[in-house]
């Protein structure tokens, strides 16, 4: 299973000044020193965190895979075509949320994703679907064109109860087997952290893992390369 480094949070600790630093472009290297499969970041409207700039230098010097989440506002579409990451991660995106509060409906919003998907496609970008773990959801996205779905594994992290836990996991493990049987690849992520990690590696047609809040936390104490190593650890122990 590979993971991929969300660095908004560098971003967001250089907004707090306006400043330039700490810069995100430099988090990417350490990222990938450390052995990290991808570089994420999400350029919002509200250019909250990742800026234009960011998003062209990332481009230029990652030399994994550039995984750039984004809402589909035309805006942001026309930036994404421009800079052609690898892949694009199509998320909702509201102005007040603090993070990306649920998946993209797929079914309500199906013939401007599945529009925008082919624009991609026709730049060769790869789009990944982030969506909550339902069957219609998953099917739906299928039909879209999409070569993946990134399953929010949000309501698994934040269940306080072991039970409830349980259940959330029960229902990222069915919702992969199924995307896997009608043929499109599984990513997931949101709110993974050094605790919760585990189990979902064990889904072992998971492909890759987006985090991001928990390692730059982390990293405030250790180091960023200190606490992607950490998180390799556990994807690596956990995934065999
Ligand atoms: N995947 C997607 C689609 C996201 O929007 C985010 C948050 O930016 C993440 C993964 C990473 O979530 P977290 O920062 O909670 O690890």
Redesign the pocket.
């Known amino acids: 299973m590979k993971l991929g480094v969300?660095i908004?949070?560098i971003a967001t600790l250089r907004q707090a000044r306006h400043s330039q630093s700490p810069d995100p472009v430099y988090a990417a290297f350490i990222c990938e020193l450390a052995g990290c499969d991808s570089i994420?970041c999400?350029l919002r409207e509200d250019r909250r965190h990742i800026q234009d700039r960011d998003v062209y230098l990332l481009k230029q010097v990652v030399k994994t895979r550039l995984n750039l989440?984004m809402a589909l506002s035309e805006e942001i579409v026309k930036i994404a075509l421009d800079v052609k990451p690898h892949q694009v991660?199509l998320?909702p995106e509201k102005r007040e949320e603090l993070?990306?509060e649920g998946g993209l409906d797929v079914i309500k919003n199906f013939e401007k994703i599945k529009k925008n998907v082919k624009r991609f496609h026709n730049a060769g970008i790869k789009v990944s679907l982030?969506i909550e773990p339902e069957e219609n959801q998953i099917l739906k996205s299928k039909e879209t064109g999409a070569e993946f779905i990134?399953i929010?594994t949000?309501r698994y992290?934040e269940a306080k109860a072991e039970e409830d836990m349980q259940k959330e996991l029960e229902k990222i493990v069915r919702a992969t087997d199924y995307a896997i049987s009608i043929g499109i690849r599984v990513n997931a992520?949101?709110?993974?952290?050094y605790h919760n990690t585990g189990p979902i590696c064990r889904i072992k047609e998971i492909e890759e893992l987006?985090?991001?809040?928990?390692?730059i936390c982390r990293a405030v104490f250790v180091g960023l390369e200190t606490a992607i190593r950490e998180m390799l650890d556990i994807i690596r122990r956990e995934s065999r």
């Open positions: 969300n908004d949070h994420v999400h989440e991660t998320v993070t990306t982030f990134e929010h949000g992290a992520g949101h709110g993974l952290d987006n985090i991001g809040y928990s390692i």
